[in-house]
């Protein structure tokens, strides 16, 4: 718990400065490399028994660099901050026998997209694990925006029941990276996270491969109460608290909505001058 007291009293001191940012996630730097992109079947609509080669796409690094998705670039001198939390992350994840984590924060605009898309990027290099992101901010879906994805199908078909779920999955171009975007605002985000089809999801992602991670971006807790609903059905949560974004009540109480999480940790985002301990 003290890294969680830490994180609270950063929050806090953060609060007199709203526009800190870490330079660092802002410069630029190589492109994936579509030609080692990954090419592994997901399979599985719940219901009927198809089997789609998952869609490949290449993703365009200026894009990326803009929107601080850097994580797939070794050599970025922000890569490593993702490396040690995944490390982190795994190795708990592990002890636990979990597989699926939730990230959320107290409150809007503290990173969540941009920590989960790279953490994602980070758990598929490493070559004995897979990774999948969905996005679960079905008021305020942005994975695909960042990825700069502009698939015509996606999460909003699956839940219509339009389409089976290997359809609105993609892999952007990373190798063991699969990813499930969100185009639009879902209405009715808390009734659908809690229904039986997104809890027979869940499931099924998760079990399909043991190697797999799966990553859910999920809203921010104090949002409204999507956070809440879906999370007895995710394994951990890790909790992004940007500093000079939440206030010191606002972690408090996004920590007790989630006292009966199993809660990973807690990152530090958007710290002026980040150190190893301060991004986790
Ligand atoms: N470490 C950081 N330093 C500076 N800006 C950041 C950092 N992390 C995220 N941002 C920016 O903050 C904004 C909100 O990030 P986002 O991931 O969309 O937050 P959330 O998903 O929690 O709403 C985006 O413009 C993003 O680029
Ligand atoms: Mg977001």
Redesign the pocket.
């Known amino acids: 718990m003290e890294r969680i007291k830490l994180a609270i009293k950063k929050a806090k001191d953060g609060e007199a400065d709203s526009k800190k ?2 330079s660092r ?1 802002l410069r630029g730097g190589r492109a994936p490399d579509p030609s080692t992109a990954g090419r592994k079947a997901e399979s599985g609509d719940l219901g009927s028994l198809q089997y789609v080669q998952t869609a490949v796409v290449s993703l365009e690094p200026e894009h990326l660099d803009r ?2 998705i850097i994580a797939h670039q070794k050599a970025h001198p922000s890569s490593w901050a993702f490396d040690v939390l995944r490390t982190q992350v795994l190795q708990k994840m592990d002890e636990n026998g979990w597989r699926t984590l939730a990230i959320t ?1 107290p409150s ?8 989960a898309i790279n953490l994602a990027m980070s758990i598929a290099q490493q070559t004995n694990r897979t990774a999948l992101l969905v996005d679960f ?1 079905l008021r305020r879906p ?1 994975v695909a925006r960042y990825l700069g994805l502009k698939r015509p199908l996606s999460l909003n078909d699956y839940l219509d029941g339009q389409v089976g779920i290997a359809e609105a999955m993609v892999n952007p171009g990373v190798e063991r990276l699969v990813v499930l975007p969100t185009n639009s605002p879902v209405f009715g985000a808390s009734e659908v996270l809690s229904s039986d089809k997104v809890g027979n999801l869940i499931s099924e992602l998760r079990e399909r491969y043991s190697d797999r991670i799966v990553i859910f971006d999920l809203p ?1 807790v104090l949002a409204a109460d999507d956070v809440m609903t879906v999370l007895p059905r995710i394994d951990c949560v890790l909790m ?1 608290v940007a500093s000079g974004v939440s206030t010191q009540n606002e972690v408090e109480e996004a920590m007790n909505r989630l006292s009966k999480a199993d809660l990973l940790g807690v990152v530090l ?2 710290d002026e001058a980040p150190t190893q301990n301060a991004y986790y």
């Open positions: 940012s870490d996630l929107h601080r924060s809007v605009e503290s990173g969540k997209t941009v920590v901010d942005s921010p992004v985002n958007k």
